[in-house]
């Protein structure tokens, strides 16, 4: 089992800047990769990034060029800096982990954390 963790979100005007963090734990050493996905009100979740136990990184083309995801090993804990903030960027942050075990895959999600970008 693992069990993810965000925080971070919050109110920001356009053009501003967060930095979300996903915290996980449990049994975290057959993690392959790791995620954001967001929900806007009244939509489905979306990939945001992914960044994979290798290093490997891509970006939703909404973001490319204004989101950064990276990962701290030691603290087992990924980060999505957003930077260049716009009001499509509103939704529920969720954190996403895919779990491998032989030929077995999980995955797991966080509770989210709101990201509201208004003036």
């Known amino acids: 089992q693992v069990r993810l963790v965000e925080s971070g979100g919050g109110l920001v005007q356009p053009g501003g800047s967060l930095r979300l963090s996903c915290a996980a734990s449990g049994s975290i050493g057959n993690i392959y990769a790791m995620a954001w996905y967001r929900q806007a009100l009244g939509k489905q979740r979306e990939f945001v990034a992914f960044?994979?136990?290798?290093?490997?990184?891509n970006y939703a083309d909404s973001v490319k060029g204004r989101f950064t995801i990276s990962g701290d090993n030691a603290k087992n804990t990924v980060y999505l800096q957003m930077n260049g903030l716009k009001p499509e960027d509103t939704a529920v942050y969720y954190c996403?982990?895919?779990?491998?075990?032989?030929?077995?895959?999980?995955?797991?999600w966080g509770q989210g954390t709101q990201v509201t970008v208004s003036s």
């Open positions: 996403n982990a895919a779990d491998r075990r032989g030929s077995t895959w999980s995955n797991y």
């Open positions: 960044i994979t136990s290798g290093g490997s990184i």
